[in-house]
């Protein structure tokens, strides 16, 4: 009768592999997934100074201080 499950340690090290790669691809999976939930109106707080444009490899941010206009809904995350 044949064993169904290899018991060598080169088994166990690729099962126990293939279990990590799928725990961090599911992970990821819902980590990085877009929000799903509706936009949300925000109000920006008046700044009377410019706020600077910040660029790095092509992408430019500036950060803003906001509110929520819509104090009945959830925070996004």
């Given at each position: 009768?044949?064993?169904?499950?290899?018991?060598?340690?080169?088994?166990?090290?690729?099962?126990?592999?293939?279990?990590?790669?799928?725990?961090?691809?599911?992970?990821?999976?819902?980590?990085?997934?877009?929000?799903?939930?509706?936009?949300?109106?925000?109000?920006?707080?008046a700044n009377k100074n410019a706020v600077p444009l910040q660029c790095q490899?092509?992408?430019?941010?500036?950060?803003?201080?906001?509110?929520?206009?819509?104090?009945?809904?959830?925070?996004?995350?």
């Open positions: 009768m044949g064993h169904l499950i290899d018991r060598s340690p080169e088994a166990s090290l690729i099962r126990t592999t293939l279990i990590a790669v799928l725990i961090a691809v599911s992970f990821a999976g819902r980590v990085l997934s877009p929000a799903l939930a509706t936009p949300q109106m925000m109000g920006l707080v490899h092509g992408d430019c941010f500036a950060e803003f201080a906001a509110f929520c206009l819509q104090p009945e809904r959830a925070s996004p995350v």
